[in-house]
């Protein structure tokens, strides 16, 4: 196990615990004990499976994406809607490695 790579498993999974704990509380769930929960089990999968961060992260991604965007449609979110399919695409551009777009995304979302 390399530095590089451990570094690189730290990047993948430290996103999509932001992402989940982010969703969480877009359907309205506060309990910190939930999200330091679901940031526990996050970690633990890219800690154990360090090797596959690029699939692991396809696939986690690819179960909060529908109920996200659920509930950004529901409370009339409909600009953050619109971004937040831009950037799943984004994000599957980059992990098919099509286009490097995901970074950018995030640079002009920030903006």
Same mark, same amino acid.
């Given at each position: 196990?390399?530095?590089?790579?451990?570094?690189?498993?730290?990047?993948?999974?430290?996103?999509?615990?932001?992402?989940?704990?982010?969703?969480?509380?877009?359907?309205?769930?506060?309990?910190?004990?939930?999200?330091?929960?679901?940031?526990?089990?996050?970690?633990?999968?890219? #800690?154990?499976?360090? !090797?596959?961060?690029?699939?692991?992260?396809?696939?986690? =991604? /690819?179960? +909060? &994406?529908?109920?996200? *965007?659920? #509930?950004?449609?529901? !409370?009339?979110?409909?600009?953050?809607?619109?971004?937040? =399919? /831009?950037? +799943? &695409?984004?994000?599957? *551009?980059?992990?098919?490695?099509?286009?490097?777009?995901?970074?950018?995304?995030?640079?002009? =979302? /920030?903006?």
């Amino acid at each position: 196990m390399t530095l590089y790579k451990v570094l690189s498993s730290m990047d993948a999974g430290q996103a999509l615990i932001n992402f989940y704990n982010l969703s969480l509380l877009l359907a309205g769930v506060t309990s910190l004990y939930v999200h330091l929960a679901t940031a526990a089990v996050l970690a633990l999968v890219f #800690v154990v499976m360090w !090797r596959k961060t690029a699939k692991i992260s396809l696939i986690l =991604v /690819a179960f +909060v &994406v529908p109920p996200s *965007l659920y #509930v950004l449609w529901l !409370r009339g979110e409909y600009g953050a809607a619109i971004s937040f =399919v /831009a950037g +799943v &695409v984004c994000f599957l *551009l980059d992990r098919f490695k099509y286009l490097p777009l995901h970074s950018l995304w995030h640079i002009t =979302v /920030a903006y």
